[in-house]
Every structure is written in structure tokens, then in C-alpha cells.
């Protein structure tokens, strides 16, 4: 299957999910189909985020990964010295990251960032293109809920998909528009860089970095 039909296929299902009613249904039924080898995880490229990698900083507090598909960049942030919980809607998911990485220190747990576990703070949250795969009521949560998770003294860091305000959504995933990503500060976090950039794809894709502060 090639990425254009594995992409193709992805957005059918969160078609289908979506006028279901159903905001997150469709990536179980990806990543368990992919498990069985019916399908491949578009966004599942095995390897820790390039941009996250240029950006974060070695540490030693707690952190979380946000939507953490199959582990790639929960492992880095371990490797870095972090402690970590990478969680995920999808239960298939997050077998095949624990089977991926045998002995981790990584927490790796099912839970839904639109009702997350009562009294999760921490010092570092990671959300790299889970808001970008969800839409209009389920979108805002994600966002509201993703900077609820950040401890007192905490940072957050956001990668994102980009577009400019009059330029169309297209297609999943969902680009997000400064807005969007000015939004994660509304829970009371500070914006310490919100910017744009062209990462290295061929060809090149406009992307976000955002980093806020609960001071
Ligand atoms: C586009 S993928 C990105 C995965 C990974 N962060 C990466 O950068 O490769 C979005 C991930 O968010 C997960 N996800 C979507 N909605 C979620 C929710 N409400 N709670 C937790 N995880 C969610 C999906 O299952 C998927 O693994």
C-alpha cells in the first residue's frame, strides 16, 4: 500500500467515524487493522519526531506524551532522563508500544484526552498532532484539555500541522490556524514561542511550535 492509499484509506474511516458521531472511533479501528496487516498507520513513521528532538532539553521531572501512537517519542523523552506516561485513545496502540519496547521505563497507558484521568499534572506535556486528527466541539477539548495537564512550573510543547486563517482545513489531518494554537494559553499558560516553520519533507510542510509556560 503506498502513503497516498494508506492516507486515503485513514480519512475514509474517520469519515465513517465521524458521521457516526463518534470523534475517536476510527483510530482503533486503524491501528488494530494495521496490527493485522489490513492497514498501515500513516502518521506511524517508527522514529522520534525531528522536531521534538531539535527542541527539547534533557530533564529529570515527570512528563506526558499525548496521543503517543506507538511510543517513538515517549522512549526519546526516557532516553533524555524524563519519567514518562505516554497515553492514547486507542488500546491496539498502546500494546504495540509496550510489546515495541520491552523493560521501558515509559508508563504507557489507554486514556482519552477527552476525559483524562482526575489530577494529572506535569512538568513537561508533549502533544505532537493529536489536535490536528480531531474536529470542532472534540478539537477544542483536546486543546483546552492538553494545557490542563501542565503541573505548576510546567512547559508545554506543541507540533502541529499550520495554516494560515483564510487558507481551507483540506483534508486529515487538519492543519491549525494561530488561533488554535494561541487557544492552548486560555487555561492560564503563557506563550513563550508560537512560529512557524517548513520542516525537512519533501516537499517541505508548513508546521507550528508552539511552547507555553504555567508560571
Ligand atoms: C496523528 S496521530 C499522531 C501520533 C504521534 N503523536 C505521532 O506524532 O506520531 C494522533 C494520535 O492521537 C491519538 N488520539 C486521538 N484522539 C485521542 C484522544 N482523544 N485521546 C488520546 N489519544 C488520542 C490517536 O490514536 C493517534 O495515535
Not at 458521531?21 to 476510527?26: H, I, L, Y
Not at 498501515?40 to 517508527?46: E, K, T
Amino acid at each position: 500500500m503506498s502513503d497516498d492509499e494508506s492516507r486515503a484509506s485513514a480519512r475514509e474511516m474517520a469519515a465513517r467515524s465521524l458521521a457516526s458521531g463518534d470523534d475517536t472511533g476510527w483510530f482503533e479501528a486503524l491501528y488494530s487493522a494495521a496490527a493485522e496487516g489490513r492497514a498501515i498507520v500513516p502518521w506511524a513513521d517508527l522514529a522520534a519526531n525531528p522536531d521534538l528532538v531539535e527542541r527539547v532539553r534533557p530533564g529529570s521531572g515527570s512528563a506526558v506524551v499525548v496521543g503517543c501512537g506507538l511510543g517513538d517519542d515517549a522512549e526519546y523523552l526516557a532516553s533524555l532522563g524524563w519519567k514518562v506516561t505516554a497515553f492514547d485513545v486507542s488500546p491496539s496502540a498502546v500494546e504495540q508500544a509496550r510489546a515495541r519496547f520491552g523493560g521501558s521505563s515509559v508508563d504507557y497507558v489507554v486514556a482519552d484526552l477527552l476525559a483524562p484521568p482526575a489530577g494529572w499534572a506535569f512538568d513537561l506535556v508533549v502533544e505532537i498532532y493529536t489536535v490536528q486528527v480531531l474536529t470542532a466541539g472534540a478539537r477544542r477539548a483536546a486543546i483546552a484539555n492538553t494545557a490542563a495537564l501542565v503541573a505548576p512550573g510546567g512547559t508545554l510543547l506543541v507540533i502541529a500541522r499550520a495554516r494560515a486563517d483564510d487558507e481551507s482545513e483540506g483534508l486529515m489531518p487538519w492543519p491549525l490556524t494561530r488561533g488554535e494554537m494561541e487557544s492552548f494559553a486560555d487555561g492560564g499558560l503563557r506563550p513563550v514561542t508560537i512560529a512557524d516553520f517548513l520542516d525537512g519533507e519533501d516537499p517541505p510542510v508548513r508546521r507550528w511550535h508552539g511552547e507555553f509556560r504555567r508560571d
